[in-house]
Every structure is written in C-alpha cells, then in structure tokens.
C-alpha cells in the first residue's frame, strides 16, 4: 500500500534528522529568547473625535489608543541547514509573528535573531501591484529579489509554467486584480521559489493552491532543502507540515510547548496533549 | 512509531559544536542580526545593484497610472497644459499685473518645472504607504521605491519638455545656444527631487498626517517662488533678508535656470530695457548647492531608518 510506504518513509527520515542532530551541523537561523511586543494603534473603543485628538496634542500624552500585546515570550530554537521545520500552533498562537520577525520585518523587544543572509518571507497577504500584469509581476518581482535582466528573461517561461496561470487561457497579460486569491497565492509562490534563498518562510502560502499546486510547490520545497536552504512552513493544514517538514516547533500563547520530530509533535497537538 | 522514551533536542548544536550558547553559535558560523541596516557604502551598492528593478517599476507604474482612463498617457500631456491655461486665464488675463517679457513661455516653463518639485515631493510621501505590499513581501533596498518615484515624474517631465518646446516656439523664441545649458539643469534638478522624496519617504512613512498637510504647504511655496508672476518686482521694496530669501529659494532657482536657457531674452536688458528679470547672481552655484545637499541629506536620512520601513 502506498500509504503505509510513505509512512515508514517518514518514521526514516525523523529518524534521520535525529541521527544528524547528534553531528555537527551548519545553523542558519539562531533565535534567542525572542520577545515581540506589538504596538496596536487605534485598538480601544470609540474616541477617535476631533476633540479628543486635540485634547491629546495639548497634554502631550501619548495616545490612549496604543495597546502592547505581547505576541512572542521568549522562544529559542536553532535551525540548521538543510531542514525543513513546520510551526504549529492555534489561531493568534504568534505563528506568523515568529517568521515576520525571523525576516526582519518586526523589531525584536528582547533577544535577538540571527540569520545566514537574508530571509525571504511568503505570506498569503503579501500583494505585488494588483494594477500591472502577472507578466509585469514575475519581471518585477525577479529584479526586486536582485536578479539581472538576463537571468529573468532565463527563468521567466518556468516560472510562469510553475504557476500553472496559463493553464486556463493567457491570463498572465491580465492584470493581477483580476486573479483569484488562489491564483494570486500560487503566482507569488512560484516568483519567490525562482531564486534560491538561503533561508525561505512560507506561510500559509501554500493552501490556497490546487491540488496539483500543492504537489509541485512541496517538490520545489524539496529542492530548494537539497540547494542547502532552510524553509519554516506554518500551516494549519497538519498533513502538509507531515508531508514536508522533518521537524516541528509547537507554538502557543506565545510561547515554545514543544520542538522535534514532526511525527511526534503533531501527534501530540492533534491529540490534545501537552508535554 | 518513535520513541518518546528517549527526548532528543533537534535545536541543540552537535558534534563539535555541542554546548556552544546560541550567541555563540551565530558567531561561529557568521550570521548576522535580521533585517538589519546595511552600511552606506554596502547599501549604496544594493541600490545600485536594482537599477534595472528601479526603472521597470517605473516604466511600469508609468503605464498602470492610466490604464483606467480612456485617453490614456494623453494625459500626462494634457494635464500641464490645462494647468498653464487655468494660470494664464487668472493672471495672464484676469489680473494682467505682469510685465514679464514673453509671459507664456515664462509661465508654462515656471508651471511645468513647479509641477516636476510638486510631484516628487507628493509621490515620495506615498512611495512607502502606498507599496506595503511589496516591502512587505520582497527585500530590496527601500531607496528604490522614492527613486523610481523620481524617475517616473522624470520621464513626465521629459514628455512636458516636448510640449514646453512647442510653447516656446510658439512664443516667438528660437534655439539658441543657451538651450544646453537644460541639460546639466534638468540633471541637477532630478538630484535635488530625488533628495527631496527620500526625505518625504521616510517622513510619511511614519506619520501619515504630513500627507494632509503637504498640499497647503506646497501651494504657499508654489505663490512664494514666482511661478506666475515674477517675485522679484513683488519683494522689492521688502527687507533685505526677504529678497536674499526669495533669491535662494530652490524653486526659483531652477525655475530661473531653465528660463534663462529657454529664453534667454527675457534676462537680457538689450532686448527689454523697461521689464528685463535679474538673473539671481551665483544661479549656478546655488544649483549645485542645492542638488549636493538635498542629495546626501535626503539619503542619509532615509538609510538612517532603513529597517524600520514596512514594520508594525
């Protein structure tokens, strides 16, 4: 049976990176006892009138509008080349905090990240320009990451083929606006997959995809691991994390419950469990 | 199914690195802090690296501008030229108080060359709120969004040239020499715009109030510089300080630059004895003054905040 293959095939490969785990290995994402305060404008209630606008700027108070929510308490976790690790966690859990901050985009309260080059984050909410073509898309998109003119010209026919956008007609001359958010998802996906990083975040990214969208974007995951990267998936969906990622870290309130093997992490918080 | 009986920690360092702290790990294997500032020097060359990015994206933003109106990039024409009849009907016609030579050409050049200051000013304020998006998604160096800003004003203002020749002919001028000199103004003009929308950048990046405020601001500094009458005959009789004030002005300087390469005759006391214009001593000078220090000040400042774009 297929199914039990692929099984056993995971059990090999956990039992593989805790076998590497005892050797020395080469880290590219160092996070050390992490804590990310956000800073929300405008969350309490009501008062956001002239008057008491004003009334602000004459007391020279800060404004009361300001709520901290303390979304990451103290995480630490070192990731090595080649891994792949899922993160899991409940809604507002601090997932996607994690791999903002992880690629630069949020300041750190206390503690540090250290990463080898620069990360390049994945999110179902980063938009390109929804007024210019998903053409225009992949060749600005391309030059953003620091390609040459000719190594885009290079890769754009893959990229778009990747994506599959051309599958139902030319709807690469379309202009982005027009795209569903599933097709939207996978050009983005397929832009960033083009170039090798170092240090890859995907989130969520991948569920708005087809089915046979998802098959190609965890084979490219697969290959960017092999060219030595390291990718953090956070997912929602707990098969693709067992499908891709060897290793898992367990995120809740904030705070790290569990980080290990993908099979025995997920196991636990499918079951409810807590270490 | 694996064992739990035996916990291993995949975070933890092994082999010859075990026991190392996480601290002093990243520095064994050289990582470095996330997103953080580049040096000058090292950011200087990440820019210069997405020179192709910077000009596609505004090629591109340039096409986009239009695509919902039916007239299409017609308007990048049309637009300035609507504004230079709007002025002329109020003060060519209505108010009639100008004795400058050659007002149309005067006053189109003044419009067109306004409008290239205005509009980099007013893009570069949104150059950052308004793609999130892409900051949020990509990394590239953030000075390329308030450069490619400039860029696009650049290729509309070189659009504008065509039209401005036009006028000019119109107008009763005729090449002459002197119309090189536009190179080397229009050069050091894109310089001091480009300074000017990475101070903006970064300011409105952080407080979006500032883009409320800025048409007020940029209108008083629009009737303070001349640009439809000539400010001279109207600070004459003011203090000193106001008329070396309104010499140094930048807007007035560039103005005057392109004026006196365009139409020299309106500076020249042989062909208009009664109502000829000074040309501000040292023009050239201040030109290069301005250009140099908007240039390096804007720039540092935006580098300064560099990792900050895009947060929060």
């Known amino acids: ?275 | 199914m694996s064992t739990v009986s035996e916990p291993i920690n995949l975070s933890l360092p092994g082999g010859v690195d075990t026991g190392l702290s996480q601290k002093q790990l990243a520095e064994k294997y050289g990582l470095t802090v996330s997103g953080k500032r580049p040096g000058l020097f090292a950011y200087t060359k990440q820019l210069w690296g997405r020179r192709h990015f910077i000009v596609a994206f505004a090629t591109a933003r340039l096409v986009a501008q239009y695509t919902t109106a039916k007239m299409g990039q017609l308007w990048q024409v049309v637009t300035p030229l609507l504004n230079c009849a709007v002025f002329y009907l109020v003060f060519g016609l209505i108010l009639k108080g100008n004795s400058v030579p050659k007002y149309i050409a005067w006053l189109c050049i003044g419009v067109f060359i306004f409008q290239f200051i205005q509009s980099a000013i007013q893009s570069g304020t949104r150059a950052i709120s308004d793609n999130l998006g892409l900051i949020r998604a990509l990394h590239f160096p953030r000075a390329c969004m308030p450069v490619a800003f400039t860029v696009i004003q650049l290729q509309q203002l070189l659009i504008s040239m065509v039209v401005l020749v036009v006028i000019v002919l119109a107008n009763g001028l005729y090449p002459a020499l002197t119309w090189l000199e536009l190179i080397p103004a229009l050069a050091l003009l894109c310089f001091f715009n480009t300074g000017l929308a990475l101070i903006m950048a970064r300011i409105g990046s952080k407080t979006s109030d500032i883009s409320q405020l800025m048409p007020f601001v940029l209108r008083t500094w629009m009737y303070l510089s001349g640009v439809m009458y000539s400010i001279q005959d109207r600070v004459q009789n003011w203090p000193g300080i106001v008329q070396k004030l309104a010499d140094v002005n930048p807007a007035s300087v560039y103005m005057d630059l392109i004026r006196h390469a365009m139409a020299p005759s309106i500076y020249s006391k042989a062909d208009y004895p009664d109502n000829y214009q000074h040309l501000t001593p040292h023009v050239w000078a201040l030109a290069v003054g301005w250009a140099v220090v908007a240039f390096a000040v804007g720039y540092v400042f935006f580098w300064k905040s560099e990792e900050e774009y895009g947060r929060g």
């Open chain 1, 1 to 275: 049976m297929a199914d039990t293959t692929m099984i056993t095939d995971r059990d090999e490969r956990d039992a593989r990176a805790v076998a590497q785990a005892k050797e020395t290995r080469v880290p590219t994402v160092v996070v050390d006892d992490v804590h990310i305060i956000y800073k929300v404008h405008g969350a309490s209630a009501g008062k956001g009138s002239a008057t008491s606008a004003l009334s602000r700027l004459i007391s020279r108070k800060r404004s009361p509008a300001i709520t901290e929510v303390h979304a990451v308490r103290g995480i630490s976790f070192t990731a090595y080349k080649g891994e792949a690790v899922g993160l899991i966690g409940s809604n507002g859990s601090g997932k996607s905090t994690m791999l903002s901050a992880i690629a630069g985009l949020l300041p750190t309260a206390k503690g540090a990240i250290y990463t080898n080059g620069q990360p390049s984050l994945l999110g179902v909410n980063a938009a390109l320009m929804d007024d210019l073509t998903g053409e225009r898309n992949v060749v600005l998109g391309c030059l953003a990451m620091g390609m040459s003119p000719a190594q885009v010209k290079e890769r754009y026919q893959d990229i778009v083929d990747f994506s599959g956008i051309n599958e139902k007609g030319q709807f690469i001359n379309l202009p982005m606006r027009t795209y569903s958010s599933g097709m939207a998802a996978r050009l983005r996906f397929s832009i960033a997959a083009a170039k090798t990083h170092d240090v890859l975040l995907i989130d969520e990214a991948l569920s708005t995809g087809d089915q046979a969208f998802q098959r190609r974007s965890e084979d490219r995951i697969r290959e960017l691991r092999k060219e030595a990267g390291t990718v953090f998936l956070v997912s929602h969906n707990n098969n693709a994390i067992r499908d891709t990622c060897e290793r898992t870290i367990w995120i809740e309130t904030g705070k790290l419950i569990m980080d290990g093997p993908t099979d025995e992490v997920v196991g636990m918080y499918e079951r409810g469990e807590r270490p």
